[in-house]
């Protein structure tokens, strides 16, 4: 499997602050969905930010899709991450739905004709097209997110960072975005990195980085990190339902798997034991 | 004193003698009982907000009337005297931490007993047991509020209405945006004022999970209307009337029901993992019995 | 040369001018609009020559928008208090010295004498019937803003936004 | 705040904001000609066809005057009573009543509501959008002297967009510190003023997050400055513009003629 993007021992503080990452290692499988989590302030949000170029590295090396993040590559590597943000409201540049899906396509000078046909485009993929001469306000904030999807299909990126971009909406608005995210990444052949806590979104993931303090607790598939509830919770987070519901059933004596089962697997696993 | 909210035929109306005029909420009855800890749910735009608005007065009916604590809301109710019931009814807004303003966390806290006319020093006793009431170090009080993290400073302005001392607290999805601990540590926090201090909570959220761990009364709410109001468990009964609502079932209840379509037959649907675990040792051992 | 941030916030300022203009405290003929104070910020963060253009861009859009009636006269005022502000607060201590000088200027030359005498080319109204009542009124507010620019431009909100912006 | 947009598709609403926008300030320049009962009647004609062009009901221009009545009546009476020559019926120390100033009242009249009725067409027949960049299209010709004119555009076109948001956030602020004891709406000047503080902090804060938010997405979609940038939105010049162009140039000269020199 191809590393789309390759973390390098990269260390980082804010100013006056304590160092958020120390000698930080990670890898991302292209064509994947790669889930980070980690509790508020684990600095997930600052990884992000890194990749794409909009902080500055201190010391080691982000490389994505074998460019090197730095001032010379900057804008190449903007043009193959679409990202995400956590709050509707601040991602919104334009004055109506189309003209924000807009806006990236005339950061990069494209012919109005052209836009045009892309922004048609984009905004149909969505969902969105019946929208577009609506204002932001008169939009929920899980429209807006389909909006701000709709402007990175239009620059066409091989990578999309979803900044913790659910966790403002209600748990219907999640579910329709990340099944958006999801029909899109097939779609056009992406690479999902989604930042969140939302532990059953994570489950889903084909691969999950755990992060805390700084640092990769544990990055593998589901199945090997979200069996041992204790461990998650350890670190600020919840257990997946099922992986919660197994341990529930494992108090009442029932002889349970100890590794992590989806939903579908689960719901296989009772039947067989009710039979 | 009696803590009882009663809505009688409340309607309002935003935007009255306009052309945009719209009905925020119509012929609203029902009662809120004293002590209870009540969800509010609904889909967005269904008029919760709006319904808890009126318990504090911030909004007034357009037509109808609302008693809270032997006081009486109505369409005649004027912006004078009701500082009383404001200080009554504890109200927390989504993303709360955005209404802080003051130099220092204690100041902050203070800032609402200093309104109703409370000394210094007493202002600041009662924002010192707002913070350890929510969790807050002692040692954060001379700290810039704004320099604290995103789930501290929920938490100041928590105490900021808790140091009022309300005996009726509105939470207005208070764990928006909160990671997993931040979100059970408020949840905790509800649950304790309810069960120590006797305090009415009154939650609006769309976390099922939340309403049937924490609440004892449900009230759901559906274009302006209230079209159900009881236990979690009546609340629930019924998938696909829920989904009719655009509300979600708690996760255990839809785990459960998926369970009933692949064929497992659970005889109720249960609401929390903990009797879905039940439930599902008991067709166990009922399937064993039958061998 | 503006960063990315600072065109936000510029902008930002635009929209919290167009709303604070609107909102206004205080009874009748003794309101007092907040906008003053969105102009001032951006003047103390920016320099007199683009606070002055998003004054008067805003007192332009503003009008037109309103539907009330456009007239160039009060975009100049709005375009002078604003380099007034600038240049008395742009990178300089904010003193009550500089606050006195700056609001006293603003309140004789622009508010007191040119919008009079904007109001009399507008309506060909006689200049001198409508100053002592504007002249009065200047001179009960004036005092009130200075004490709210002092307080304003010096407070630890207006020191954290300045740190996050530029630090 | 900026409620007042109707939507529609009348030939008014279909001319391009620029020429709207030049074309009410031109009016508003040839009111000041205007002197004689011919020049009003040529101006008030023009307007009656403005309005009927613009397929807007009579009564949404009454309803924009009411807030503006006190000082329409308050210029006219200040007209009544200070002008001066012609027959005097009254005085009273500086004050007096004449033919004249009769007939300067009745004039002053009109010049108001003239110019209130052309803003109020602009209004209602524009989106705010429209209207800036309408501005912006005619602040173009400034990029010459190295006016930042597609800066502003940006900054004009995000401040319209917050306009919303911000009021969203003003008001669930000022429920907030109402919830916590604060009254707004009463109290002495002084109390008013510093009940202010509490608004004005957490707004400012707020602004300044969303500043910051909104900057980060922007570079992430690939934006560095705002002069080497295509565009998406036009707003074409087209034959209704040209031919009310004429018209008002016409009635425009008309005036000029008839006005008693």
Redesign the interface.
């Known amino acids: 499997m191809k590393d789309i993007i390759q973390i390098k021992n990269i260390s980082f503080n804010y100013p006056d602050q304590e160092r958020l990452f120390t000698n930080f290692s990670m890898n991302i499988h292209e064509g994947e969905w790669t889930a980070i989590i980690g509790q508020n302030g684990s600095g997930k949000s600052t990884l992000a930010r890194l990749i794409d170029g909009l902080i500055v590295l201190k010391s080691g090396q982000i490389v994505v899709d074998g460019l090197t993040v730095n001032d010379e590559n900057i804008f190449d590597i903007r043009n193959k991450i679409g990202m995400v943000f956590q709050n509707p409201e601040d991602q919104f540049v334009g004055a109506t739905v189309e003209d924000d899906v807009a806006f990236g396509l005339e950061n990069r000078q494209i012919p109005r004709e052209k836009m045009q046909q892309i922004v048609e485009n984009s905004l149909k993929q969505v969902g969105m097209w019946d929208f577009r001469d609506r204002i932001p306000a008169n939009l929920s904030g899980g429209q807006k997110q389909r909006v701000a999807i709709a402007g990175i299909i239009a620059l066409s990126p091989k990578i999309i960072i979803l900044d913790e971009a659910t966790s403002m909406l209600d748990p219907r608005g999640r579910q329709e975005i990340l099944k958006l995210v999801d029909k899109i990444k097939h779609d056009n052949d992406l690479t999902v990195i989604s930042i969140t806590h939302d532990i059953d979104e994570a489950a889903g993931a084909d691969q999950v980085i755990v992060v805390n303090k700084g640092k990769v607790v544990e990055a593998d598939q589901p199945d090997k990190i979200f069996g041992d509830i204790n461990k998650l919770t350890s670190i600020g987070l919840s257990a997946p339902f099922t992986s919660e519901l197994l341990s529930a059933l494992r108090k009442r004596g029932v002889d349970s798997p100890s590794q992590y089962l989806n939903d579908q697997r689960l719901i296989t696993w009772i039947k067989q034991l009710i039979s | 004193m009696d803590q009882t909210i009663n809505f009688k035929q409340v309607t309002h109306t935003y935007q009255a003698g306009t052309p945009f005029a719209q009905n925020a909420l119509s012929q609203v009855s029902v009662t809120i009982a004293g002590g209870s800890f009540t969800a509010i749910i609904g889909h967005t735009g269904s008029g919760k907000s709006t319904l808890v608005q009126h318990i504090n007065a911030l909004l007034k009916p357009t037509a109808g009337e609302i008693k809270v604590s032997g006081r009486t809301i109505t369409p005649a109710t004027t912006n004078k005297n009701l500082k009383q019931l404001r200080k009554h009814v504890g109200m927390v807004f989504q993303f709360p931490e955005k209404q802080l303003f003051e130099e220092t966390v204690i100041k902050d806290i203070m800032f609402g007993p200093k309104n109703y006319g409370v000394s210094d020093e007493e202002a600041r006793l009662d924002a010192k047991q707002a913070m350890g009431l929510v969790g807050l170090d002692g040692s954060l009080q001379d700290k810039s509020p704004f320099d604290l993290s995103g789930g501290q400073m929920r938490r100041v302005a928590i105490a900021g209405v808790l140091a009022m001392k309300p005996e009726i607290l509105i939470l207005d999805e208070p764990t928006a945006g909160l990671d997993p601990r931040g979100h059970k540590e408020i949840m905790d926090l509800a649950e304790k004022l309810h069960q120590q201090q006797g305090m009415t909570i009154i939650l609006v959220t769309h976390q099922m999970d939340d309403v049937v761990d924490y609440a004892s009364d449900v009230i759901v709410m559906d274009q302006g209307k209230v079209v159900k109001h009881g236990e979690p468990k009546d609340i629930f009964s019924d998938p696909e009337w829920v989904y009719d609502m655009h509300l979600d079932l708690p996760s255990a209840a839809e785990f459960a029901c998926r369970l009933i379509t692949a064929g497992v037959p659970l005889k109720t649907i249960p609401l929390t993992i903990d009797k879905l675990a039940d439930a599902i040792v008991g067709v166990i051992q009922g399937g064993q019995s039958h061998e | 040369k ?4 600072d ?10 001018l ?2 604070l203009g ?2 206004t ?2 009874v009748q003929a ?1 309101r ?1 609009s ?1 906008g003053f ?1 969105v102009t001032a ?1 951006a003047s103390m963060l920016y320099g007199p020559l683009w606070s002055s ?2 004054a008067a ?2 007192d ?2 503003g009008t ?8 160039p006269g009060f975009t100049i005022s709005a375009i002078l208090g604003a380099a007034i502000y600038g240049y008395f607060f742009y990178g300089k201590p904010i003193s009550w010295k500089r606050v006195i000088i700056a609001q006293l200027i603003i309140a004789v030359i622009v508010n007191t004498v040119l919008n009079t005498y904007w109001l009399t080319i507008l ?4 200049f001198w ?1 409508f100053l002592p009542a504007r002249a009065l009124k200047e001179l009960v507010m004036t005092p ?1 803003q200075m004490a ?1 620019l002092y307080y ?1 431009l010096n ?3 207006m020191g ?2 300045y740190n ?2 530029f ?1 | 705040l900026f409620g007042r947009y109707l939507p529609g598709s009348s030939w008014v609403h279909q001319m391009s904001p620029q020429s709207k926008l030049m074309l009410s300030f031109y009016f508003v320049v040839v009111i000041f000609f205007a002197n004689n009962i011919w020049t009003y009647a040529a101006l008030s004609g023009l307007i009656l066809l403005v309005v009927l062009m613009s397929g807007v009901s009579i009564g949404y221009f009454l309803k924009g005057i009411r807030p503006l009545i006190w000082l329409i009546v308050f210029t006219v009476l200040l007209q009544i009573l200070f002008s001066s020559g012609g027959h005097v019926y009254w005085h009273f120390g500086p004050f007096s009543i004449s033919d004249t100033s009769l007939i300067n009242g009745g004039f002053m009249f009109i010049r108001c509501l003239l110019i209130i009725m052309i803003s109020t067409v602009l209004t209602l027949t524009t989106t705010p959008l429209a209207i800036a960049d309408g501005v912006q299209t005619v602040l173009r010709p400034l990029k010459k002297v190295h006016f930042p004119v597609d800066t502003l555009a940006l900054m004009l076109s995000i401040a319209l967009r917050f306009v919303p948001t911000l009021m969203d956030e003003m008001e669930t602020i000022l429920n907030a510190q109402r919830s916590r004891g604060v009254d707004f709406g009463s109290g002495s000047l002084r109390h008013r003023i510093s009940a202010a503080v509490p608004l004005l902090v957490p707004l400012f804060t707020g602004a300044i997050n969303h500043a910051e938010n909104l900057s980060t997405a922007m570079e992430a979609r690939g934006f560095t400055d705002s002069e080497h940038r295509s565009k998406y939105r036009v707003y074409r010049w087209q034959r209704k513009d040209t031919i009310s162009w004429a018209v008002f140039l016409l009635i425009g000269i008309l005036v000029l003629f008839i006005r008693k020199s």
């Not at chain 3, 503006?2 to 941030?5: E, G, H, I, T, Y």
């Not at chain 3, 065109?7 to 919290?16: D, K, P, Q, T, Y």
């Open positions: 503006l960063r990315v941030v065109i936000v916030v510029l902008g930002i300022f635009m929209s919290l167009l709303i609107r909102f405290v205080g003794w007092l907040f104070v910020i253009t998003i861009l805003t332009i859009i037109l928008m309103s539907g009330s009636v456009y007239f309506y060909k109204t006689p019937t009130i709210i304003t407070s630890q909100t954290n936004i996050r912006l630090n």
